[in-house]
Structure formats: C-alpha cells, structure tokens
C-alpha cells in the first residue's frame, strides 16, 4: 500500500479507524433504525466504540455475556418525539407500542 494516506497504520488502527467513521455517519445521518455490531468485536474495540459513539451524543449499550456480547448504538430521544413518532407510523413500530390513557 505505498503511497497511500493509511501507510503504517496497524490492522487493528484501520479497523478503529473504520468503525470511528461508521459511527460518524450514522450520527450524521437521519436514520431512526439502531446500529447493532455483531459479537465479533474485543472488549476493547466495543469500549472505543462506546467513547466515540458517547462523544456524538449518541446512546450507547451492551447485551450479552462473554463471547456472545454485543453492543448497540441509537439515538437519544426524548418521550415526546417518540410519541410523535408513534403517532405517524400508526401508534407502534418495531420497539413501542402507544397505548392510550382509560379513563
């Protein structure tokens, strides 16, 4: 790779770098699915991933125990643009489901 801007880079540097800048675009994209990373990550590639997704104010959390760990990466929301959110894809979606206050 002569020549080119990454010369020197580690493996593990580039796979840093890579997942820095995927979760870059999501943060800067509109998408209101979750980023979920597979279980292939180390310990220390999800800790790099939290830090960088928490400094793009982005919400951050792990499922799973040991081998089986992964880590999921979302948007912070507030309840009211949730409930909006609800309210036009027809009161539930893939996570929520709105119910109505009885009277």
């Avoid at 580690?10 to 979750?34: F, G, P, T, V, W």
């Avoid at 009161?91 to 489901?97: F, H, I, Q, T, V």
Wanted: glycine share 6%; with cysteine.
């Amino acid at each position: 790779m002569k020549g080119q801007r990454n010369q020197g880079l580690s493996e593990k540097a580039l796979i840093n770098q890579k997942l820095r800048q995927l979760i870059y675009d999501y943060a800067k994209s509109d998408s209101d699915k979750d980023l979920v990373f597979s279980s292939d990550f180390t310990k220390d590639e999800r800790k790099m991933m939290h830090m960088t997704a928490n400094k793009l104010k982005l919400k951050t959390r792990s499922h799973g125990k040991g081998d089986d760990r992964y880590l999921v990466v979302s948007r912070k929301q507030d309840i009211w643009q949730t409930v909006e959110q609800l309210i036009e894809c027809g009161g539930s979606n893939e996570r929520y489901e709105l119910i109505p206050p009885i009277e």
